[in-house]
T-cell receptor, first 111, second 114 residues
Framework: GQQLNQSPQSMFIQEGEDVSMNCTSSSIFNTWLWYKQDPGEGPVLLIALYKAGELTSNGRLTAQFGITRKDSFLNISASIPSDVGIYFCAGQPQGAQKLVFGQGTRLTINP | SAVISQKPSRDICQRGTSLTIQCQVDSQVTMMFWYRQQPGQSLTLIATANQGSEATYESGFVIDKFPISRPNLTFSTLTVSNMSPEDSSIYLC???????????FGPGTRLTVL
């Protein structure tokens, strides 16, 4: 089946540093989404990308839909303590409404 | 964005029993889905809840174990049947709707089976 490879699995950074994570797949996706999940909560949608090459920002977050439609990255600039959590990429396959999720990136920030 | 609520938020159940989880959306949505998230893992799609008809299950999930109902556009239930400790997970409801069919999630139901 379709799989998303998300990396890195975990990150330990200092407050104020920039963060970058990405997802790749052997399959083409029509839509890429990035979610953040805090402990005990459901995933919260951060950014949605709909077209190959699209670059979208949401505050300190920037994400891009890869030109091949098989990858996406998420950058967080000037990290703050509330950025701590697990970040998931998700892709929507062609012709489907369901999502395929990456394995997640656990972000830890040292103050 | 749609606001999704789930009940119960958590439960501790005995082996062999069944639990029904409810999902309510505050606006009309196109699609509703049920996911499972095992401890420390990513989300895995169980099934797509279809209004007025049988759900569409993903590989590895069957209706006898996870019966799903969706009687109207904004409400769905997932039952975890004949539970075993391996069913201990977070169960998440999600929905897509206009204008861009982005998928939003409920807060999840944390299930522990003893």
């Amino acid at each position: 089946g379709q799989q998303l490879n998300q990396s890195p699995q975990s990150m330990f950074i200092q407050e104020g540093e920039d963060v970058s994570m990405n997802c790749t797949s052997s399959s083409i996706f029509n839509t890429w989404l990035w979610y953040k999940q805090d402990p005990g909560e459901g995933p919260v949608l951060l950014i949605a990308l709909y077209k190959a090459g699209e670059l979208t920002s949401n505050g300190r977050l920037t994400a891009q839909f890869g030109i091949t439609r098989k990858d996406s990255f998420l950058n967080i600039s000037a990290s703050i303590p509330s950025d701590v959590g697990i970040y998931f990429c998700a892709g929507q396959p062609q012709g489907a409404q369901k999502l395929v999720f990456g394995q997640g990136t656990r972000l830890t920030i040292n103050p | 964005s749609a606001v999704i609520s789930q009940k119960p938020s958590r439960d501790i159940c005995q082996r062999g029993t069944s639990l029904t989880i409810q999902c309510q959306v505050d606006s009309q949505v196109t699609m509703m889905f049920w996911y499972r998230q095992q401890p420390g893992q990513s989300l895995t799609l169980i099934a797509t809840a279809n209004q007025g008809s049988e759900a569409t299950y993903e590989s590895g999930f069957v209706i006898d174990k996870f019966p799903i109902s969706r009687p109207n556009l904004t409400f769905s239930t997932l039952t975890v049947s004949n539970m075993s400790p391996e069913d201990s997970s977070i169960y998440l409801c999600s929905a897509t709707g206009p204008p861009r069919n982005e998928q939003f999630f409920g807060p999840g139901t944390r299930l522990t089976v003893l």
